[in-house]
């Protein structure tokens, strides 16, 4: 398996409280992926980099920043976390552009 | 329409039935293609790639059609550790973001 850990991996907090969720990598590989998983939505893209401080918006970037400072850390912050941001969160990581994709464990966040 | 559409199904099959799987897509100008398996509460896992001839990786075959654009993924002799949802991923465009079909459920029973 890819070397993608998550951490958090689960987190439950109250609505208007900030939350990051950490990637971490041993791979080295250039592209990171922040997605969204909800039901009878698929994944959902929502940030992603494509080198140290290149990061770019996916479709659901709204309430969400990211950063990376580092090749093997990818944070996602929800600056004011809301209820309908209530998801599981998975971290990917790919050698180039529209190469395959692997995928972290997941962090389930729920905000109450 | 959707970018990628997957049947939802469930698709329930017995042990040794062989079992296909379509995607259609709406960008013509798309050129990756992949299938992905997706158990109960885990992460999506890379099942193949698919090429534009086609190609196989065991029991799993995946076939692209441009014309129709549209993906396929055949299983052969299914297996109960068949039993996931297998997501469609198709690029965006030109673009280096993958869009996610919402997958197809495979229930695989004795």
């Known amino acids: 398996d890819a070397g993608i850990t998550q951490s958090p991996r689960h987190k439950v907090t109250e609505t208007g409280t900030p939350v990051t969720l950490r990637c971490h990598q041993t791979?080295?590989?250039?592209?990171m992926y922040w997605y969204r998983q909800d039901p009878g939505h698929g994944l959902r893209l929502i940030h992603y980099?494509?080198?140290?401080?290149?990061?770019d918006k996916g479709e659901v970037s709204d309430g969400y920043s990211v950063s990376r400072s580092k090749t093997e850390d990818f944070l996602l912050t929800l600056e004011s976390a809301t209820s309908s941001q209530t998801s599981v969160y998975f971290c990917a990581i790919s050698e180039g552009r529209v190469q395959p994709q692997h995928f972290g464990d997941g962090t389930r966040l729920s905000i109450l | 329409r959707k970018e990628v559409e997957q049947d939802p199904g469930p698709f329930n099959v017995p042990e040794g039935a062989t079992v296909a799987f379509n995607c259609t897509y709406s960008n013509s100008a798309s050129q990756s293609f992949f299938w992905y398996r997706q158990d109960c509460r885990k992460e999506p896992k890379l099942l193949m790639s698919v090429y534009s001839s086609g190609n196989e990786d065991g029991r799993f075959t995946a076939q692209l059609n441009r014309a129709s654009q549209y993906i396929s993924l055949l299983i052969r002799d299914s297996k109960l550790s068949d039993s996931a949802t297998y997501l469609c991923v198709v690029n965006e465009g030109n673009t280096d973001k993958l869009i996610f079909g919402t997958g197809t459920r495979l229930q695989v029973f004795p």
């Open positions: 791979e080295n590989h250039r592209y």
């Open positions: 980099s494509y080198g140290v401080k290149d990061t």
